[in-house]
């Protein structure tokens, strides 16, 4: 596989991007046999996966990885969950920060059931444009994890105008540098589009190599901090439990997605299985932060066992 051609991973991997890239080799499967098929005057076709989820209809409309759609839904739950926890604790540090995080990621799942689910469908003149909003979403969530890496160490108060300032910039130039490098790979505007060959090194190293180092520097910032700042173990088992969830996700969708999808017959993808991944890795995000933060209310209340509400100053 050229460093610039999508062709192997698509062929392997139903990923939604793979309906509008453009490959010097266009992969289809027919009777288990890779054919070359390769029309340069079809700008519409992208790379067709060698197995991917079959789709249902359901009252005259077409829903495409059901699997996959019902676990998003359910991270929506869970990301709801999340950013009501994070709500009540009020004077916590990052709280803020990890707010407008989850919100991120709340977005970012609203846009993938957009785009797996079919709502715009592959081949419509929207669809490049909603996978680079998702792809953009993603790249803004890693790129906000940068700036959010760094609050533990107290090297500016969070919570400020400042703090909020530099999640937000950073993320806004996140989406906008990954939505820039999918859209113009997908509509081939630096291109020549008389000729169906795209050259995606640009997309790969903004939405594959930055975003990756990106998370790197966050995993290496949260292990300085619970390991040196806070000493606090189970945090660093938190963020192992959740490196090895996002590696495990990636894994099955990239390497293992045809496997999975024939093994279990065409029900089932390895989108499925990365998407329980990435749920199981945003709430150990979460769970890092909540076991190295504090809640330092001034006051605390209880309620006796006469029920009289009794408040706690922290002095005795």
Not at 85 to 101: D, P, V
Not at 111 to 121: A, E, I, K, Q, Y
Not at 183 to 200: E, G, P, Q, S
Request: proline letters at 2%; hydrophobic letters at 50%.
């Amino acid at each position: 596989m050229a460093f610039s051609d999508f062709a192997a991973i698509c062929s392997k991997t139903p990923l939604p991007l793979c309906s509008v890239i453009k490959s010097k080799t266009h992969l289809i499967l027919s009777n288990s046999t890779v054919i070359h098929n390769f029309d340069p005057s079809n700008l519409n076709v992208g790379v067709l996966p060698r197995c991917y989820a079959r789709s249902i209809d359901l009252a005259n409309t077409v829903i495409f990885d059901v699997g996959n759609a019902f676990i998003n839904i359910g991270a929506l739950g869970v990301i709801l969950i999340i950013l009501y926890n994070i709500r009540q604790k009020y004077t916590a540090i990052g709280r803020s920060e990890y707010l407008y995080f989850f919100q991120l990621t709340l977005l970012l799942i609203i846009f993938t059931l957009v785009v797996d689910c079919g709502v715009s469908p592959p081949g419509s003149g929207s669809y490049p444009y909603f996978v680079a909003i998702q792809i953009g979403l993603a790249g803004a969530c890693c790129w906000a994890l940068l700036i959010i890496g760094f609050l533990g160490f107290n090297i500016w108060e969070d919570g400020t105008t400042k703090s909020m300032l530099l999640v937000r910039g950073m993320s806004m130039l996140g989406f906008i540098a990954n939505f820039l490098a999918s859209i113009l790979t997908f509509k081939a505007w630096i291109t020549d589009h008389k000729v169906a060959t795209m050259n995606a090194s640009g997309m790969i190293v903004v939405v594959y190599i930055i975003n990756a180092i990106f998370l790197l520097v966050f995993v290496i910032c949260q292990l300085l901090v619970s390991l040196i700042v806070v000493r606090n173990l189970w945090a660093t088992g938190a963020i192992f439990l959740g490196l090895f969830f996002f590696v495990a996700g990636q894994v099955l969708v990239y390497a293992f997605s045809t496997q999975i999808c024939e093994g279990f017959k065409h029900y089932l993808d390895g989108l499925f299985f990365g998407s329980i991944c990435n749920v199981f890795t945003l709430m150990m995000v979460y769970k890092i932060w909540d076991m190295t933060t504090d809640d330092d209310l001034e006051f605390g209340v209880s309620v006796s066992k006469d029920g009289d509400v009794v408040y706690d100053n922290g002095f005795l």
